[in-house]
């Protein structure tokens, strides 16, 4: 089992940085590809960043190439995303899991998600 709690969501200006963090319990927390997805409203939840286990391999939604950065501390049971360059799409709730198998792009791979914190970015 791995519990994992969101923060550092709040309201931005366009252009302006984030940094979310998510706190992880459980001594598997290493083991675990991580991933951060975001649910603006009205629409379908969405990929928005991986890191693989050990932190050496790192994917990213197109949408956010270049003004993310994804990354952990597993001494810390921490994974973070820096979020640069925001703009008002970027406005979502934006959530962390903990991978169980299958591709770090969908939903369905990711078996522990937290409770999300919400980004919003002024124009």
């Known amino acids: 089992q791995v519990q994992l709690v969101e923060s550092g969501g709040g309201l931005v200006q366009t252009g302006g940085s984030l940094r979310l963090s998510c706190a992880a319990s459980?001594?598997?927390?290493?083991?675990?590809?991580m991933g951060w997805f975001r649910q603006a409203p009205g629409k379908e939840r969405e990929f928005v960043a991986a890191?693989?286990?050990?932190?050496?391999?790192?994917y990213y939604a197109d949408s956010v190439k270049g003004r993310f950065t994804i990354s952990r501390d597993n001494a810390k049971n921490t994974v973070y995303l820096q979020m640069n360059s925001l703009k008002p799409e970027d406005t979502a709730v934006y959530y962390c899991a903990a991978k169980a198998s299958g591709s770090y792009y969908y939903e369905y791979a990711y078996a522990y998600w937290g409770q999300g914190t919400q980004v919003t970015v002024s124009s």
């Open positions: 890191i693989s286990w050990y932190g050496g391999s790192t």
């Open positions: 459980g001594r598997t927390f290493s083991s675990y590809t």
